[in-house]
């Protein structure tokens, strides 16, 4: 009986914690582009742990079923953006294809790549693009910088390959690259949000074709995909997506940037953290 009880308190607490990180994970998505899974990613891996899941699934599992929420937070935050005409369609036809590329080769790899190595990288790359969005204030310029074709692609491979592995939408890397192509940061967002579905849904099918039949996966899910976690975390990131962009549309561009690069910073320390501890 104590262990059912137990059982049972530790369920209502997985619970309690998916609905809060859709909510905050909603707000992000909206506010930042990044599709909420830099927020989501860790709380899943913690409660994975506790939940005595193996350690050589527990990042699977949360980058999966990250990914499968992204799906859903993208679409409404990128209908928030168009109706506010912050997303740039011909870029996305411009710039998708070669994020394609990126993820499946990230999720291709997500599942070997040693993960502190993985953690290293993107916390410096975090820390050096939270410092640029701070300290170099945003210029009042409708001029774009236009690389050629080749530095899209690599530029598309990279974030595609990055956001794969770490279960994150694109607002992470795109819009700080963006931003330094001389693209206003609301449409910078916008567009980012909409780059969260392209990578969210061949993510999620590539994960949870890769995990099926694996040993040792948590009750509920499909793949790495846990279908129980996504369920409690999509109607709230869903639901706040579009609290997030209404607050994006209506705050100063310089709030906004320094805002992302808090953001950033936050993130990148707490991975550093983690690290050492």
């Known amino acids: 009986m104590i262990e059912i009880e137990g059982t049972m308190s530790l369920y209502l607490l997985w619970g309690a914690a998916m609905l809060f990180a859709g909510i905050v994970g909603g707000i992000m998505a909206g506010l930042l582009g990044v599709g909420g899974g830099i927020v989501i990613v860790p709380v899943l891996y913690h409660f994975l742990t506790t939940m005595g899941v193996d350690e050589s699934l527990r990042m699977q599992v949360a980058v999966a079923t990250s990914l499968t929420t992204i799906i859903a937070t993208a679409i409404s935050s990128t209908r928030s953006h168009y109706k506010k005409g912050s997303v740039d369609i011909a870029l996305l036809k411009h710039w998708g294809p070669a994020i394609v590329v990126g ?165 990148s320390l707490r991975m550093f953290y983690d690290l050492i501890s």
């Open 103 to 267: 993820v499946l080769i990230g999720t291709a790899i997500g599942g070997f790549a040693d993960g502190r190595v993985l953690t290293i990288v993107f916390a410096v790359v975090a820390l050096l693009v939270a410092a640029n969005m701070i300290l170099v204030r945003d210029r009042e310029t409708d001029t774009q910088k236009n690389p050629p074709k080749s530095v899209w692609a690599i530029l598309g491979v990279i974030a595609g390959s990055l956001s794969a592995m770490m279960g994150i939408g694109g607002g992470t890397i795109c819009v700080p690259v963006l931003s330094f192509l001389g693209y206003d940061i609301r449409r910078a967002v916008g567009t980012s949000a909409a780059i969260g579905l392209i990578i969210a849904l061949p993510g999620t099918i590539g994960y949870a074709m890769s995990g099926i039949g694996v040993d040792g996966r948590p009750p509920f899910s499909l793949g790495y995909v846990n279908v129980l976690a996504a369920a409690l975390l999509i109607p709230m990131t869903v639901l706040f997506a579009p609290v997030g962009a209404r607050i994006a549309h209506s705050i100063p561009r310089r709030a906004l940037r320094i805002c992302f690069g808090l953001f950033l910073a936050i993130t």
